[in-house]
């Protein structure tokens, strides 16, 4: 089968299409014929070790010291299920499933445990565009929900609100019933409200700690803010929530809850098929839509990797898998 693969940590150049044996699935496992799939910031960092604030050790232990451990990237996917092993009864070949694989996903084919975070194609989603939900869509639902514990009637300033994370925390949080001002810059700004922002900052041209307003959280998803930074456009008591720490951030974060007041919380979220099937939900109900910047053949990888690293990106950067033939239409209930 075709895969993007790499031997060795460093620029998008390190990535090759290559013929590598297909695998096959445990008998817990499921094997998806991918149709599309995405390049993800996680995918970046991984393939060039690029780990914040003091991690790099920790996460070359844990992705290989001196060579990747898993030589093909891709975490989000959307597909149909090829076979199974006898354990699983959950799916049937040629269902069409989409989910969050962490990693295998650049690729032709990849194997799940049944049990993980795979499920179902939401309805009335081409592959493309469910492709483009489970990465950004599953961290932004757990850091809101479990680790920000935002609650109607408060306010949220989201910052990178039009990257891979932010446009669904944008929806999530509206769903939530919180009141959101989302930050980027002005050419993103219909998009923005499109997706339900009450208010909307341009990033390039003020300053979104500056000001009277007041935020009951702060979510940065990309790295763009400090505590000691947002701490001036917090509430008394309000919450900065950062997706990329490193581990002075751990340390901060234990301090500011035992001195009380204004807080940092971090975390890691989990990929589950319960969250998996909430998103589903949301987008059933209308209340969450999958948001690409652009599709790109799978021999296009490296300009993904680009565009992805360049950080200008509108929601997501997906590329097609599927060979001649291969094509899967639009889910059926």
């Known amino acids: 089968m075709k895969a993007a693969v790499y031997e060795r940590y460093g620029p998008?150049?390190?990535?090759?299409?290559?013929?590598i044996p297909r695998p096959e699935p445990a008998e817990d496992e499921v094997l998806v014929r991918v149709a599309a799939t995405s390049v993800t910031t996680a995918d970046w960092r991984l393939r060039a070790s690029v780990f914040p604030g003091g991690l790099w050790l920790v996460g070359r232990l844990m992705t290989g010291l001196f060579s990747p451990r898993k030589r093909v990237l891709g975490g989000e996917f959307a597909g149909?299920?090829?076979?199974?092993?006898?354990?699983?009864?959950?799916?049937?070949?040629?269902?069409?499933?989409?989910?969050?694989?962490?990693?295998?996903?650049?690729?032709?084919?990849?194997?799940?445990?049944?049990?993980?975070?795979?499920?179902r194609m939401p309805n009335?989603?081409?592959?493309?565009?469910?492709?483009?939900?489970?990465?950004g869509a599953l961290a932004a639902l757990v850091f809101?929900?479990?680790?920000?514990?935002?609650k109607a009637g408060q306010s949220i300033l989201i910052l990178g609100a039009s990257g891979n994370v932010g446009v669904y925390a944008v929806q999530i949080a509206k769903a939530m019933g919180t009141s959101v001002t989302a930050v980027a810059s002005q050419g993103n700004h219909a998009l923005l409200k499109e997706l339900g922002a009450d208010?909307?900052?341009?990033?390039?041209?003020?300053d979104p700690f500056s000001g009277d307003v007041h935020y009951?959280?702060?979510?940065?998803?990309?790295?763009?803010?400090?505590?000691?930074?947002a701490r001036k456009a917090l509430t008394e008591n309000g919450v900065y929530v950062p997706l990329n720490f490193g581990i002075g951030d751990v340390v901060r974060?234990?301090?500011?809850?035992?001195?009380?007041?204004?807080?940092?919380?971090?975390?890691?979220?989990?990929?589950?098929?319960?969250?998996?099937?909430?998103?589903?939900?949301?987008?059933?109900?209308?209340?969450?839509?999958?948001?690409?910047?652009?599709?790109?053949?799978?021999?296009?990888?490296?300009?993904?990797?680009?565009?992805?690293?360049?950080?200008?990106?509108?929601?997501?950067?997906?590329?097609?898998?599927?060979?001649?033939?291969?094509?899967?239409s639009k889910a059926a209930g």
């Not at 009335?124 to 990465?135: N, Q, R, T, V």
């Not at 809101?144 to 935002?150: S, T």
């Open 216 to 229: 009951d959280f702060i979510m940065d998803p990309a790295g763009f803010s400090t505590f000691k930074a």
């Open 124 to 135: 009335g989603l081409e592959p493309a565009e469910a492709a483009a939900l489970p990465f």
């Open 199 to 206: 208010h909307v900052i341009d990033c390039q041209t003020h």
């Open 253 to 328: 974060a234990l301090v500011s809850r035992w001195t009380g007041g204004q807080s940092m919380r971090i975390g890691v979220n989990g990929d589950t098929r319960e969250d998996l099937d909430r998103i589903c939900e949301m987008v059933s109900q209308g209340q969450l839509r999958p948001v690409v910047d652009r599709t790109l053949p799978l021999d296009a990888i490296r300009d993904a990797y680009a565009h992805v690293e360049g950080r200008h990106r509108r929601g997501s950067v997906v590329f097609t898998v599927e060979g001649p033939g291969a094509a899967i």
């Open 80 to 119: 149909t299920v090829a076979t199974f092993g006898k354990e699983v009864t959950d799916f049937d070949v040629g269902a069409p499933v989409f989910g969050f694989a962490g990693a295998g996903a650049h690729a032709e084919y990849l194997t799940m445990n049944a049990k993980g975070a795979i499920t």
């Open 12 to 19: 998008a150049e390190v990535v090759e299409i290559r013929d």
């Open 144 to 150: 809101l929900r479990d680790i920000a514990q935002a």
